[in-house]
């Protein structure tokens, strides 16, 4: 019944290429054009610190944000997701910590992997198949010389971008899968440039709305990749008191431990170099990595916050996901739904949690590197 | 009528239809730091700053009306705390935080922020926000920006003491920084925390009944009475103070229609909507869509209208509409159910888009997109509303 006209001139070659590639590298999408938003230099440069970025939430809806609010209701209007993610009825769980909790039944009834028995949603390998389903790419995202932030309605994708994947089976409105690709390659791990450009991107976006999840337990799809999307209300951990722990350096870096929450939290924030704190997060990661610790990162605030959630170690193959980390569970089935309690979900996070004495280390690994790099 | 102008015309009607005639004055008169701000004007500015916080912040009066309280924020502001005030504005209740401010020229200071809205007796809309700023005179260890009625705020483990012990010694002289302001810093460093004295506190509320007291008076003259405490639920239809700030980023002409009320009216119009119609706000709220129908409007396109609405399905129709003086456009309509958290719809947004306007605009966005960019921004902003709160265990 609709009838809004898109921009109807995407035209693609299709090449037949396997999609065992789409692990390895993003030749499969050559030959097709798609929207290609390109960061101005001055988003991406050097020294760019807060001071000259607005840390006025816009007073008007910014235009990459427009970009992709249009692409992911063009979408919708085209029956390209598995159910409409906003007929799910979301509500905070009575207690102290206003945990969110949502009723997803959409979700389980298409999904591959059939749980068993478990009542949690767990995670949603990223199936991009851009053979079958070029529409699900809405745009890429790729930087520029250029003085100001440009839309190209249809371009080649470029060597380095970040491919903007709509996930069909949302968690909430303008849920997407951000996947840099550098040189043609996807990254098989996490560092600083991917990080800043996620940060940029928030930045850029400019809604309170937004946040970007990552999780470092990804057992379906081995390359980096980020998710994001418009939660309608902050996540409970935002509004937890915090501890700053360390501070007051030249370059800005703050870190604080979040009290009185039942997974170990820490919140990373900058007045200055968001170049920096992106370097600096990335060496924590990789050494927590190494260490076989498991983390998940969320991105709050308009790239202003990032939260990094810290999980056991494992053996097991158990993890749970950034935004049940945040405070926001999913639920598939009504009963549970109705009957979930605060206590449930403070046990569910603290059996995931690091213990108190891993985090110990863990916060003197952050200041040590921190101030390596807050000089 | 230019876009400036137009606003600056809301910010005097602001206070116009409410408060009688001396009212500035008389808020002039107190000695305090104060800013009064509206949210149902784009951007949620200031309507009204005092003499006193001008100064302070040596700011002019022209400077700082029409622009959100957010231009006295600068990096060190905790973005907590801010978040926190937008939670109390989405609440539509008081907050009492400690909070940096700047000055025009850079310099931060820290002060107490004590915020409260004023609602209409009447019809319990939220008319203003009174923000009151005392600055934090004496300085003490507390645990920056938290709220201050947070029931955690005894839990103030700072962590220097375990985390220097372990680390090298390289790092600790690198630590030491956090505990004292480092002896090279410039005019522009400050305190990492602060917590105002009770009786700063005491002073904040004081001086918010003051104000509430003087609008309380002047609103009386003009039968619009205003009260600190909500007396009366606001009716259907009422668009809360969060929801409007939100829409109020939209820059798109469009309308929300409630399909829940008789006669589908018209609850919320952007200002772009009434800049292409021509009309003004009041004469739209409560019609329904038909007001734009004309000589030329097909009258199956109005029952075109209400089949949407009733099938619950996004759609888009090419309707003849006319503005107030009667001139008409071709509008290509999109309508779309938009749901809150409830996961129900709670309204419908019509996106027009004039068609005579086919030009890119000055982002380089079709109208296409522009349109369903802001279909998607008031599905986003209206999903926060309704939200219940519970684990039923029956």
């Known amino acids: 019944m609709v009838s809004v006209k898109w921009l109807e001139d995407k035209n693609f070659r299709t090449k037949s290429r396997k999609s065992k590639q789409l692990e390895h590298s993003c030749l499969f999408l050559q030959g097709m054009d798609f929207p290609i938003y390109n960061f101005s230099s001055q988003s991406l440069e050097e020294n760019t610190s807060f001071e000259g970025m607005s840390c006025i939430t816009g007073e008007e809806q910014s235009m990459l944000d427009a970009v992709l609010l249009s692409q992911w209701e063009d979408r919708m209007l085209k029956g390209y997701f598995k159910y409409d993610v906003t007929t799910s009825e979301i509500k905070v769980i009575t207690g102290k910590m206003k945990f969110l909790s949502q009723l997803n039944e959409g979700q389980i009834t298409d999904h591959q992997f059939k749980s068993e028995g478990k009542k949690l949603h767990e995670f949603y390998p990223l199936v991009f198949d851009c053979m079958k389903h070029p529409e699900e790419l809405l745009f890429c995202l790729a930087s520029s010389k250029k003085a100001k932030s440009e839309l190209t309605p249809s371009a080649d994708v470029p060597d380095s971008a970040v491919l903007v994947i709509i996930n069909v089976t949302p968690v909430e409105y303008g849920h997407v899968y951000l996947v840099p690709c550098f040189s043609n390659k996807l990254y098989p791990f996490l560092d600083a440039r991917s990080i800043e450009i996620s940060t940029r991107l928030a930045a850029e976006i400019n809604n309170q709305s937004f946040r970007m999840f990552y999780d470092c337990y990804r057992p379906n799809f081995s390359a980096v990749y980020f998710e994001a999307c418009y939660l309608p209300h902050p996540l409970p951990v935002e509004f937890r008191p915090v501890s700053t722990f360390f501070g007051g350096g030249r370059r800005g870096i703050h870190i604080c431990s979040i009290i009185d929450y039942p997974i170990k939290t820490l919140s990373f924030t900058t007045t200055h170099n968001l170049k920096i704190l992106a370097a600096a997060i990335s060496e924590i990661c990789s050494h927590l990595e190494e260490k076989n610790v498991q983390y998940n990162l969320m991105i709050s605030d308009s790239g202003k916050r990032v939260f990094l959630f810290l999980q056991k170690t494992c053996a097991a193959s158990r993890a749970i996901s950034a935004w049940e980390c945040g405070g926001y569970f999913l639920y598939a089935d009504r009963y549970e739904f109705d009957q979930v309690t605060e206590d449930a979900m403070l046990n569910r996070l603290s059996s995931f949690s690091l213990d108190d004495c891993d985090f110990e280390a863990v916060k003197q690994l952050c200041c040590s590197i921190a101030s390596k790099f807050d000089v | ?394």
């Open chain 2, 1 to 394: 009528m230019s876009n400036m102008d137009s606003k600056l015309r809301l910010i005097q009607q602001s206070f116009n239809s409410r408060y009688s005639e001396w009212v500035r004055e008389a808020l002039d008169e107190l000695s305090d730091n104060f800013t009064i701000t509206d949210p149902s004007i784009s951007g949620h500015p200031l309507v009204f700053a005092s003499r006193s916080l001008l100064k302070m912040l040596s700011y002019s009066r022209e400077e700082v009306i029409g622009q959100n309280g957010n231009i006295f924020q600068g990096p060190k502001t905790n973005r907590r705390t801010v978040m926190e005030i937008r939670e109390a504005i989405r609440e539509e209740r008081g907050i009492q935080v400690n909070l940096v401010n700047y000055r025009k020229d850079g310099t931060p200071f820290w002060m107490l922020f004590h915020m409260s809205p004023v609602f209409g007796k009447e019809d319990g809309r939220v008319i203003h926000f009174v923000a009151v700023q005392v600055p934090i005179t004496r300085r003490q260890r507390g645990n920056g920006g938290v709220r201050l009625s947070e029931e955690a705020s005894g839990l103030n483990e700072i962590m220097f003491g375990s985390c220097r012990k372990e680390v090298d010694t390289n790092s600790v002289l690198e630590l030491g920084r956090v505990l004292s302001s480092d002896s090279s810093s410039n005019v522009l460093d400050i305190e990492e925390t602060c917590e105002a004295s009770d009786f700063e506190k005491r002073r904040a509320a004081n001086v918010f009944n003051s104000i509430l007291t003087v609008l309380t008076h002047y609103s009386e003259s003009t039968g619009r009475l205003v009260c600190g405490k909500r007396c009366s639920v606001p009716g259907v239809g009422y668009i809360s103070s969060s929801l409007n700030i939100s829409l109020g980023r939209i820059k798109q002409s469009f309308v929300l229609i409630d399909p829940h009320l008789p006669g589908l009216p018209i609850v919320y119009a952007s200002d772009a909507f009434l800049k292409l119609t021509g009309y003004d706000r009041h004469e739209i709220l409560g019609l329904n869509f038909a007001v734009l129908n004309g000589a030329d409007t097909n009258t199956s396109s109005e029952y075109q209208i209400q089949e949407i609405i009733q099938n619950e399905q996004a759609c888009t129709v090419r309707i003849v509409c006319y503005r107030k003086d009667k001139s008409s456009f071709w509008n290509s309509l999109h309508l779309s159910p938009v749901r809150n958290a409830s996961g129900k719809i709670a309204y419908f947004v019509g996106v027009q888009m004039e068609e005579e306007c086919k030009n890119m605009d000055r982002h380089g966005l079709s109208p296409e997109m522009r349109q369903l960019s802001t279909v998607g921004a008031v599905k986003v902003a209206v999903r926060s509303l309704s939200m219940a709160a519970g684990s039923s265990k029956s």
